[in-house]
């Protein structure tokens, strides 16, 4: 008979050279480049932890709720296997009733652990689960109750709360992302705790910009309520976002975040926008209308960040919600988005011929389209000063992705034209194990680059620490 791997337990172990090349010469060089920079602070720029959980500083409930809902990454490869969202606990719209015995839930997911081999995932969760709760097995069916158990015991204790865990992880600071009309009343309970200044928010204005969403209208209506601005008009409209976006500031924010469908920009005339917002307001606008009008926006976004000095990230090219039916029946997020083909050169060329020159503007690129690296991103980002490119991201935040992205932008962009790394995550838990992939990888990228004496070790020293900690807060403009 034969012997079913799925379920094989053994020691759970993290191998120190893990990521590193084989070869031992190249290896041995990765070695000595990492321990200059490992231990160095965590610097979060964008992601999407709750806010609430710093906040309140409350111990977590149990692992289900905090290792496996919040992560689409998880419940995405099981949905794939033929897992109903329903048996992971997911909340459906319609308030059919779903599992919720967090219990089961978790031994579902340790059952089908195996199908997580060779992914990111399994580096982040095995990470969490030896550094972070001391489990020394892997996780199988056979020892779910043992992981479950374990974890939540710990999380009861005072040193697993947030606060605590952003001291542990050595967190120097963490943005979150919350939208235009967010009141941001998390954020204001951390002011006076300390925590103020390491949890920072993040503009994204998505909800009042595009017109495309069902609710874009009341959401204007509502920015207008807000702010004292007359939203209908569109100078009112433009004057309530820079109100947002001051009151981001004064809650800690030093970037906007943009998640458009496509990087298109536009630099209207002032008629011909305000002509386009009225209809875009009252739903008029065609789907190509609607496109401009994001494009539009994304312009006069940047013509803010040039005025406030926020910097500027735009996170274009995911196809949302693909499976119309997991969004009927449980809404966005739930890991049916879809990379999508993304054109930069020509796309951007409006906004760039306005401010792509201005080198006090800070616009980082973002792309799930890999084909544009080195065709499109690093020659753009190789020339304009306001440019610099994103790492790799999402579906491309894999030791695979990041060298990919190394080795495709940096002949053309360099280094310096770089931000370092983000981890753009809700799994609050897999942040140190994200930062130490990345960290690893870039080791490993160096390392190939002294060998071949193209680099002597003391610079590839100096780059590591450049692309782990000083170009990303010099990107986000960071103290």
């Not at 992601?47 to 809902?69: E, I, K, Q």
């Not at 409209?237 to 009151?247: E, G, K, P, T, V």
């Not at 960290?439 to 190939?448: K, P, T, V, W």
Request: with cysteine; net charge negative; aromatic share 10%.
């Amino acid at each position: 008979m034969a012997h079913d791997t799925k379920q094989s337990s053994s020691r759970l172990e993290l191998h120190p050279d893990r990521l590193f090349p084989s070869d031992p010469a190249v290896r041995s060089i990765a070695q000595r480049l990492y321990q200059h920079i490992k231990d160095l602070p965590i610097v979060s720029p964008h992601g999407h932890t709750d806010p609430r959980w710093f906040a309140d500083n409350a111990n977590f409930d149990n692992a289900t709720s905090l290792l496996l809902l919040p992560d689409h990454y998880v419940f995405r490869m099981l949905y794939s296997q033929g897992i109903k969202l329903e048996d992971l606990g997911i909340r459906r719209k319609d308030g059919v009733v779903v599992e919720q015995d967090y219990r089961r839930i978790f031994q579902i997911f340790a059952s089908h652990y195996y199908l997580f081999r060779g992914t990111p995932s399994r580096i982040w969760l095995d990470t969490v689960f030896h550094d972070v709760f001391g489990l020394t097995e892997t996780l199988t069916a056979e020892t779910a109750d043992h992981y479950y158990d374990r974890i939540n015991e710990q999380l009861l204790k005072p040193e697993f709360k947030p606060r605590a865990l952003l001291d542990r992880f050595n967190i120097e600071l963490i943005a979150t992302t919350e939208g235009a009309l967010n009141d941001l009343a998390h954020h204001a309970k951390l002011k006076g705790t300390g925590y103020e200044h390491k949890v920072i928010t993040t503009f994204r204005p998505d909800d009042v910009v595009d017109a495309d969403r069902a609710d874009f209208a009341a959401n204007v209506a509502a920015l207008g309520e807000l702010t004292g601005e007359d939203t209908h008009s569109w100078q009112g409209y433009l004057a309530a976002l820079r109100q947002r976006r001051a009151f981001f500031r004064e809650h800690g924010a030093t970037a906007t975040d943009h998640g458009h469908p496509t990087a298109i920009t536009a630099d209207l005339s002032e008629v011909d926008a305000a002509a386009l917002f009225q209809r875009c307001l009252a739903g008029q606008a065609s789907a190509a209308e609607t496109e401009l009008f994001r494009g539009q926006m994304l312009t006069e976004m940047a013509g803010m960040s040039l005025e406030d000095g926020m910097t500027m990230q735009i996170h274009p090219g995911a196809h949302r919600n693909h499976n119309s039916i997991i969004f009927e029946r449980f809404g966005p997020d739930k890991g049916a988005d879809i990379p999508s083909p993304t054109e930069f050169v020509s796309n951007l060329k409006p906004l760039l011929q306005k401010y792509g020159n201005e080198a006090s503007l800070n616009i980082i690129l973002f792309t799930l389209d890999e084909t544009t690296y080195a065709r499109e991103l690093a020659p753009l980002a190789g020339h304009y000063p306001a440019l610099k490119l994103g790492p790799a991201w999402w579906f491309h935040d894999s030791p695979e992705g990041m060298l990919r992205f190394r080795h495709q932008v940096t002949e053309t962009a360099g280094f310096y034209n770089t931000v370092g790394f983000n981890d753009d995550t809700r799994a609050f838990l897999s942040i140190p194990a994200r930062h130490d992939v990345a960290r690893r990888i870039d080791c490993r990228f160096l390392a190939g680059l002294v060998a071949e004496h193209r680099l002597t070790e003391a610079e590839a020293m100096d780059v590591a620490y450049e692309l782990t900690y000083r170009l990303v807060k010099k990107a986000y403009q960071l103290s």
